[in-house]
């Protein structure tokens, strides 16, 4: 069998995106991308409210929100997003990360105007009633029970994200607290809405099927005339401090089949120059079959079922996470011991040109599949206007992962793995 030939980082190529980004005098931002390969477009309306902005003891707002905005508005029925979408062959649903909740669209072309009317009527006149409140929470808090309590290792991420942070909101999670949502007032999620929902503290993205001058006129058609507060939008400003001293929690739960570990380092934002570096890293430890810590723990060595990385890059200083969780009869101390040589290994000299070719092609075709779609794109400039704060940065991003070199990674691995600046939660069976 003739092996494939493999094509080197440095030949892939993607066409820059061209777009028009244009704010309007309320405030919100739009950014469109024409390409008429597809008769289609995909729709982005993204809010820059997430996880960490949720008010104090109120754990779980802004993913309460993301529920509402299908409810219906004064002038709607419920679910009528689901009507227009999908009833014409599209599909539609909506996210909320720590730093973002995003509504999304994917249908027909000649369906776009019809969708940012739909998009614009829920931001100006959402139905935010008593029934629909406690409705949609006991949605939240079902989720918190099915993906957190039920999931053998769903409260893992909650409790990494609860030690690793002293002070900064990210360490509240954005699923909700079930506790702090059944104490909240139908009050306080008005004033919720209020604070975040608004022009200014929206990013439109359209791609596809358009032409940018009238998808333009269609936006500031309706969206353009809704008003914007007289006060500013509230903004996250707590600085995590250095952490100084390794930290190491123990926990058990019922649920775990399997001892399992998450190390987790203190990182930079998203838009930080050595954001480029760190997803290489990411690769190179542990993303896939043929990751180093797929290869020695789970391969080679069998301590465990699974092992992999990742490079949380957020709009705040993020988190980069190593996980492993034990093979059957193997202790936890053993598969934490296997995985500190890789640890020691990378910080102690750089990858190879072979490999670090091999993670350079895994990072460029990843970046050129996601751009195949108009969803992708769409999605690629939301989270650069968001989290790095200029869409111009996706233009840039081929050129900055093929530029990374074994130095780069060597120099990131040290600056960052340090046992000073990790935090280890345990999970064990209990």
Known sequence: MTALPTIAASAIDVAPLRYVDHTLPNGLRAILVPDPRVPSVAINV????????DPPERSGFAHL??????????GTAPETIDRLTEDVGGYNNAFTSEDITNYYEVVPSNHLERLLWAEADRLASLDVNAENFATEREVVIGEYDQRILAEPYGMLDELVNREAYAV???RRGVI????????????????????????????????????????????????GTIPTPNTPVPRVHAVEPEQRAERVFVYRAANVPLPAAEEVYHIPAASHPDAAALDVLETLLGSGRSSR???????????????????????????????????????????????AEEIERVVAEPPDAAELERVRTQIASSLVRSRQTNSGISLALVRAVTERGDPEVVNGDLARYLAVSADDVLR????YLRPENRTVVEYLPA
């Open 46 to 53: 993204a809010y820059r409210v997430g996880g960490k902005d």
């Open 65 to 74: 929100f993301e529920h509402l905005m299908f409810k219906g508005t004064s």
């Open 168 to 170: 900064h909101p990210y």
């Open 176 to 223: 909700g607290d079930p506790a702090q949502l059944n104490a909240a007032s139908l009050d306080d999620v008005v004033a919720f809405h209020a604070t975040y929902y608004r022009p200014d503290n929206a990013v439109v993205v359209v791609a596809g099927d358009l032409d940018p001058d009238a998808a333009l006129r269609t936006i500031e058609r309706w969206f």
């Open 293 to 339: 810590l797929y290869t020695s723990l789970v391969y080679r060595k069998q301590v465990a079922t699974s092992a992999y990385a990742s490079a949380d890059l957020r709009e705040h200083p993020g988190l980069f996470g190593l996980r492993v969780t034990c093979a059957r009869g193997v202790a936890l101390d053993t598969a934490r011991a296997a995985l």
């Open 412 to 415: 990131v691995a040290r600056t």
